[in-house]
């Protein structure tokens, strides 16, 4: 089953020096439950690439199909978890989960109910009342990811979560992403520059590679699972 697919993106920003063209042609599907780290050197067009499909860019060509229909714009169909810690400073740990459910409708009783369950699910039940400021880093991205897992979103999209991360944290903020996706329904495409974070996590790597000039291959390479 199919969640998410590419279809010929491309992507020319404008500027006054000239224009960049930071993606072009690429194609790709993600099916359901799938684990997809998406590879390559800096400035190959990995953050433009998130950044389209979480709907925060406009695509200059091609398109995004969700579940088979077009998607434009933001939704709460994709969960976003971004490298630098997003959270809301002026909200606690739990103000901070409860805010999609609260700007989708939910009643407070509800919306908290949902950011329980899911701070427990990331482990930080005990901070719920606390603010992002006095956490650590490791805690933080487990904030944001239940931030973006409590709107049940069809795929999680991640922008290099743990690249701020020191290496031990890392390496337990990736058991931990593993052990979520094993358990939930959950369908991730994450991006990394770091190879070997990639291995450990991923089903299917998308190698990019951009070449100024020419045509930007998008590789495939598939990592099966011990
Ligand atoms: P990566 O995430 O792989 O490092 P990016 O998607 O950030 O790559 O960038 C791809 C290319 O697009 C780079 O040449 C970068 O300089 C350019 N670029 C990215 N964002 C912008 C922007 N907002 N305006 C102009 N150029 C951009
Ligand atoms: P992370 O890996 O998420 O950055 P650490 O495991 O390094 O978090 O812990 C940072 C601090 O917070 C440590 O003092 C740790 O004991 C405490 N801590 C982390 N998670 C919890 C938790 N779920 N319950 C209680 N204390 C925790």
Redesign the pocket.
Known sequence: EVILEARGLGKVYQGAQGDTEALRGIDFKVHRREFVCVIGPSGCGKSTLIRILAGLEQATSGEILLDGAPVKGPGRDRGMVFQGYSLFPWLTVKGNVMFGPLMNGSSRGTAEQHAREWLELV??S?FADAYPHQL????RQ?VAIARALVNQPRILLMDEPFGALDAQ?RS??QTHLLDIWRNLDVTVLFITHDLDEAIYLADRILVLKAHPGEVQELIEVPVPRP
């Open positions: 482990g930080l005990k650590s880093g490791g805690m487990r944290t337990k903020m």
